[in-house]
């Protein structure tokens, strides 16, 4: 059954996705700024910590690891760095956020603009696959799942970060606050976008759950599913093996 995805408000299901490619490749030159300064930059800590727990999964610490949706490739370089007898290979359907990410990397690391609902790769291609803050961009989650998981080998690692309403009491008080109003009007201020930072707390919001998106992993074919939460849940980390 499918489960849509990402819709910006007052686009059509069918041309959300050209919609977000679009808006991506607009704020692509400040997006890195942006997420750092709205964020406080905890979210490079995310990224770190996804990478030690996903590393212990890897059924070949030499293989391919692809990072789908890996926009200005922060996550990519922290996976490179991380597993350095890896093949890491990034992966965006957006043109300007991959502009982005090659300086960053010289020729460290490969990268290719493509869908993630579409992957250019063969069946079983893959140790691992991960994605940051990316999958939530998807025009339909679960078929996103079922790509990710054609792509890995048996007994390849998955690893989906995501940013998740907080669990601690205090912190989902002031949530609602800071996340929608207070972090549209910064974003928007820094990337003269706002409405690609209106768009983040309304994805956030359609996001599943984490045991919804847990299941949606377990019927996609994945097993040992892990869910870790971050700072009292602002960012989740699912973890799952294709079985």
């Known amino acids: 059954m499918p489960a849509p995805g990402t819709r910006p408000a007052g686009v059509a299901p069918e041309g959300a996705a050209a919609h977000v490619r679009a808006m991506f490749d607009t704020i692509a030159p400040t997006y890195d700024r942006a997420n750092h300064l709205l964020s406080l930059s905890i979210d490079?800590?995310?990224?770190?910590?996804?990478?030690?727990?996903?590393?212990?999964?890897?059924?070949?610490?030499?293989?391919?690891?692809?990072?789908?949706?890996?926009?200005?490739?922060?996550?990519?370089?922290?996976?490179?760095?991380a597993l350095p007898g890896a093949c890491v290979q990034g992966a965006d359907f957006s043109h300007a956020m991959l502009a982005r990410a090659r300086p960053k990397a010289g020729r460290r690391l490969a990268w290719l603009q493509a869908d993630a609902m579409r992957l250019p790769y063969p069946d079983a291609a893959?140790?691992?696959?991960?994605?940051?803050?990316?999958?939530?961009?998807?025009?339909?989650?679960?078929?996103?799942?079922?790509?990710?998981?054609?792509v890995l080998q048996p007994g390849g690692a998955l690893a989906i970060l995501e940013v998740s309403r907080p669990s601690l009491p205090v912190l989902a008080q002031l949530y609602p606050l800071y996340f929608h109003r207070l972090l549209p009007w910064l974003g928007g201020l820094i990337s003269g976008q706002p409405a690609a930072y209106r768009y983040l707390p309304e994805s956030v919001a359609r996001f599943p759950a984490p045991r919804e998106l847990a299941q949606w992993l377990?019927?996609?074919?994945?097993?040992?599913?892990?869910?870790?939460?971050?700072?009292?849940?602002?960012?989740?980390?699912?973890?799952g093996t294709r079985a």
């Open 218 to 239: 377990h019927d996609a074919g994945f097993a040992d599913i892990r869910i870790v939460r971050f700072t009292a849940g602002l960012a989740t980390l699912h973890l």
């Open 44 to 81: 490079r800590y995310w990224r770190w910590r996804a990478v030690r727990l996903l590393r212990h999964r890897l059924p070949d610490p030499q293989g391919r690891v692809l990072d789908a949706c890996c926009g200005t490739g922060d996550f990519s370089l922290a996976l490179a760095a």
């Open 126 to 150: 893959f140790a691992a696959v991960a994605s940051a803050f990316g999958f939530r961009n998807l025009a339909d989650y679960r078929g996103g799942l079922a790509e990710f998981h054609r």
